[in-house]
Each structure stands twice: as structure tokens, then as C-alpha cells.
């Protein structure tokens, strides 16, 4: 299975003859019921890549029980005009603009894409577990939103599989490294001040980057998050 052009649809789109809608598909070999609405992992044409990620928005089948599925791609960083950036965590997807029609046989599992918010909230990360904050213009390159809160001396968007610590000062997140600790030594604090705070003598906590002591997007990483 590979992916089409951005805006090019598989020639199985071309002709509805004989084909009807269904409600659902059962992957070959399994008892997993895929529906319309749900996120699967669908088989490249290349052994060596990871699955496709996919959103389900239709299934039909033809007079010979042919089982297509119409969706819509998310796609990796690596896969993006940009490719993969630092701040990009191991499990983020981008929902792009780009739908295709594919073979139902080329689903290998279901996932779940869960909002960014969200994911950070996970107790555990399972394999099936991804998170998508960016909508992605496949033709383009752009993504929405175009700017996203930055955190740290560093000022760098948060990456989930990395852990921060937050100031109790400015509230702000501070990669251990970018304030000159391993991360053994901080998840052994039980308190931190950043430097900015810990020397400010007027008492007026300040946050290097200037963002409220609350983030409004309640960014925090987990330290007890692992990855079954």
C-alpha cells in the first residue's frame, strides 16, 4: 500500500458502481471491528517503514465484497517538508488534508489518536497510544496552528517524552540540562527556583520567556509516564 499525491485519489475512487456503504470491517485474522471514525494502522509498501496512520471516514464495499475504505492521513514529522524537529515527541502525528482510497485488506491494527492535551495526561503510553497537535497542508508544508507556546531558556514547544521541571517561582519549564542538572538529579528535587527568580531581589517572579505563571494550555510532563 502506498500513499497517493496530495488532492490525487487512488483509481478505486473513480467509479461507484455496485458499491454500497457498510458499517463496519473486521481486519483479516482478527476479531478487531474497525468503524467509520476510528484511527488505523494501515501496511506501507515498504517492511522497513513504521505503519501508516489513518482516520476512517468511510466503508464500502462492491457486488464482489471488495472492502475499500476512504480516509484521511496523518503523517509523521519525518514524513512533513519540514521532517522531524527536536521538539516533535516519538508518538506526534499531523492531521493532514490529504485523503485516499485503500484497500481495507492493508489494515493492521486500530490506534488512537488522542488531542495533545490529553496524551499528556496518559498514566501509560501503549503502543497504540499517538497525539496530533498541528493539522498538516500536505502541498504546502504549513501547519495550524502556525505558532504554539514555547517553554525554557531554550524556548522550545513542549516534548512530551521529555522531562521538565517547573519553577515554583515564574512557573515556568525548565529542561534539567538547559539549567545544568542531569535528569537523575531532577526527579530527586523536591523544589526548584530558576536562576531568574532565585536572583530577582525585588521579589517580582518573572518567567524567561515572559508567559503567565499559569500556562493556559496546562502543559506538564509526568515523570512517573512510561511506555508499555
Partial sequence: MAKTRPGVASS?????LGKKDIDSYTIRGTTKVVRVGDCVLMRPSD??????????EKIEADARNNVKVHCRWYYRPEESLGGRRQFHGAKELFLSDHYDVQSAHTIEGICIVHTFKNYTRLENVGAEDYYCRF????????FTPDRVAVYCKCEMPYNPDDLMVQCEGCKDWYHPACVGMTIEEAKKLEHFVCVECSSDEDGVKRSQNGFAS????DLKVEAKRRKR
Fill in 47 to 56: 517492511a522497513g517503514k513504521p505503519p501508516y496512520v489513518a482516520c476512517v
Fill in 135 to 142: 493539522e498538516y497542508k500536505a502541498a504546502t508544508g504549513a
Fill in 214 to 217: 499559569s500556562p493556559t494550555n
Fill in 12 to 16: 478505486s475512487a473513480k467509479s461507484n
